[in-house]
């Protein structure tokens, strides 16, 4: 019997008969504000578990190494058991929400240069800005394990902004989690879909992620059905 390992917000995690290898269920819950508003929204897990399977083939096509292994179902998904490294790896092109925030820029503004910040994974804390000295002084991870997921959360950009793009797509940002592999090797972990990424239509400007469901913008599957179906087309 597949036992539950761990439910997150929005995933739970079962083992499998393989001690090296989890399933993963995508459910239909989503929150905002760290978890302080939740819905439940109809198809958005298994649209999410379509799109985070695309991209991680499509990712591992390219030479970055990912938890993904197969699609089982429509909300379903084989993955690598790995050890997660408790960090949220955010990329950012374009500004938009704790960056805007923070720097009272415009809405959108092109960044001179990729973004790159850490947070501490912690709904206790609010999931805070980490530096480079604050990750080392606590042990999470070494300098060497930081500098591989810097690499890889920006070779993971350019693939994403690149498919985005092919999609009529602009990739403002993303969040990525890594973990640790049964051969000790840093893998790219967790998922990637319009509710870790701020995706933007390149000429309505029309949001297609979970902002829609954050500033209340109307029906959050529509655009998560836009972006697969897009992503659907370039990926043949
Ligand atoms: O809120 P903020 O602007 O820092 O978010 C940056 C990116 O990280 C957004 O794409 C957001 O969807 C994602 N994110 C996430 N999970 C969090 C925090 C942010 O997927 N807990």
Request: charged share 30%; glycine share 4%; proline share 2%.
């Amino acid at each position: 019997m597949n036992k539950l390992i761990a439910e997150g917000k929005t995933k739970q995690l079962f083992t499998t008969e393989d001690e090296n290898v989890i399933r993963v269920h995508y459910t239909n819950h989503t929150t905002a504000l760290n978890g302080k508003r939740e819905e439940d929204i109809n198809e958005k897990g298994s649209l999410n578990n379509r799109i985070s399977s695309l991209i991680f083939t499509y990712l591992a096509k390219n030479g970055v190494e990912t938890c993904f292994l197969e699609k089982l179902s429509e909300n379903e998904q084989l993955d690598k058991k790995l050890k997660m490294i408790p960090l949220e790896v955010v990329v950012r092109n374009f500004a938009s929400g704790s960056f805007q925030r923070k720097f009272n820029t415009e809405y959108l503004a092109p960044l001179a240069n990729p973004v790159q910040e850490f947070f501490m994974k912690s709904d206790e804390l609010d999931d805070p800005f980490m530096n480079n000295d604050q990750i080392k002084a606590l042990s999470i991870v070494n300098d060497e394990q930081i500098k591989i997921m810097h690499d890889m959360a920006l070779k993971i950009n350019d693939l994403l902004k690149d498919l985005f793009s092919k999609a009529n797509i602009m990739l403002v940002d993303f969040k990525v989690e890594f973990g640790i592999d049964s051969d000790g090797k840093i893998v790219l972990g967790d998922e990637i879909s319009p509710d870790s990424c701020r995706l933007v239509d390149k000429t309505t400007k029309k949001s297609l992620d979970k902002d829609v469901f954050r500033k209340n913008l109307g029906n959050l599957v529509d655009g998560y059905k836009t972006v697969l179906s897009r992503l659907e087309t370039e990926a043949k």
